[in-house]
């Protein structure tokens, strides 16, 4: 079954497309943009365009390098991406591969919709080694191969790992003529200056409303998105979405982080005890995953109050919700980067505080 077909970027697709034609596309590539517009989607259509043995334009997705792609079962093709960390002893390269094919399964029987990762979910360096590992193999169909590696600002360095983060670093300078590498990041300032170095960077904007209009009218998305706790209006999703419609697959974080989400909502009308007392609640490790998930919930609860304040007529609490989202932005843009959790949403309480 082919996953969900990648919606926009057609500008960038073309450019793309016309670099791979004139041999003239790097061998390691680093696509970075906000969460949920597509990067990972956008590196698969990649893979399979490189992978594509049909004539004419490519890809052509009717070959079955196409098929193959589109499905994430071509053996030239991996995909890579945070998984739980393996128990017991240091796995083996074949353990990771095959549970890494593993949850592509599940992505691919969600039709590759899926939510963020958890926030302890990482790229250890067991995965690290299975990667190298992979790139030295020769081609099993296709005259290439293609290295996917979602998420790539979740590498985790590990003391006495020295060995396989030389390796891959070497692998991103130096990669086999057979091989193209292809990270992607929603956290670029994250990644290892190393890293940065040796990849060429290709920023992807915001898709348009009309490009998230048509996403939400795909069948697949449909489905996923009906059990979550959204808006019921397409307008308010697009709105929700803002140019990244795959935030809305997570968007609705429950649990831990929409309780979190509502505490500093509360905290930001509250006294300066509770404003401190709700900041810290978080942890003050790098702003990544858990802290996430928190903000995305924190954009739920705010769009909510804006479509409870415009049902009401209340213009005033529409407008004081609607610049708290901006200020939820603003703190997304900041933890984008290593910064401490506590420090970003004590100066975001503030500022809601402030409205």
């Known amino acids: 079954m082919p996953i969900v077909p990648l919606f926009g970027h057609d500008v960038l697709r073309r450019r793309l497309a016309d670099s791979a034609a004139r041999g003239a596309l790097p061998a390691s590539i680093l696509i970075e943009g906000r969460r949920g517009i597509g990067k990972q989607r956008l590196a698969i259509w990649l893979a399979q365009l490189l992978l594509c043995a049909g004539e004419g334009e490519r890809p052509c997705g009717k070959c079955a390098n196409c098929r193959y792609s ?34 592509v399964r599940v992505r691919v029987a969600a039709s590759g919709l899926y939510p963020p990762p958890s926030g302890s979910d990482a790229i250890f360096v067991a995965t690290v080694r299975a990667l190298v590992r992979f790139a030295a193999y020769s081609p099993s169909v296709a005259r290439r191969k293609v290295i996917v590696v979602g998420d790539a600002e979740r590498m985790v360095p590990q003391e006495g790992a020295d060995q396989a983060a030389n390796a891959f670093l070497k692998l991103l300078e130096e990669p086999p003529a057979d091989t193209t590498i292809i990270l992607t990041s929603s956290e670029p300032r994250s990644l290892l200056p190393t890293i940065r170095s040796r990849v060429v960077s290709i920023r992807v904007a915001p898709l348009p409303d009309s490009v998230v209009a048509s996403f939400l009218k795909n069948d697949a998305v449909i489905s996923a998105l009906s059990e979550l706790d959204l808006p019921s209006s397409q307008q308010d999703r697009i709105a929700l979405a803002a140019g990244a419609p795959g935030t809305l697959l997570g968007a609705t974080a429950s649990g831990a982080a929409m309780a979190t989400a509502r505490a500093i909502l509360a905290a930001a009308s509250g006294p300066r005890a509770d404003r401190i007392r709700a900041a810290l609640t978080l942890s003050p490790a790098g702003a990544r995953g858990g802290y996430s998930e928190v903000l995305d919930a924190l954009t739920v609860a705010l769009h909510d109050k804006v479509h409870e304040a415009s049902m009401s007529g ?15 932005e603003g703190a997304k843009m900041r933890a984008s980067g290593n910064v401490n959790p506590q420090l970003v949403t004590s100066a975001l309480i503030r500022a809601m505080s402030e409205l």
């Open 70 to 103: 589109m499905e994430l079962v071509h053996p030239d093709l991996r995909w890579f991406f945070p998984r739980p960390r393996q128990t017991g002893a240091d796995p083996a390269a074949q353990d990771i591969l095959d549970d890494q094919a593993e949850a």
């Open 314 to 328: 209340d213009a005033t609490k529409s407008e004081r919700s609607s610049r708290a989202m901006d200020l939820v």
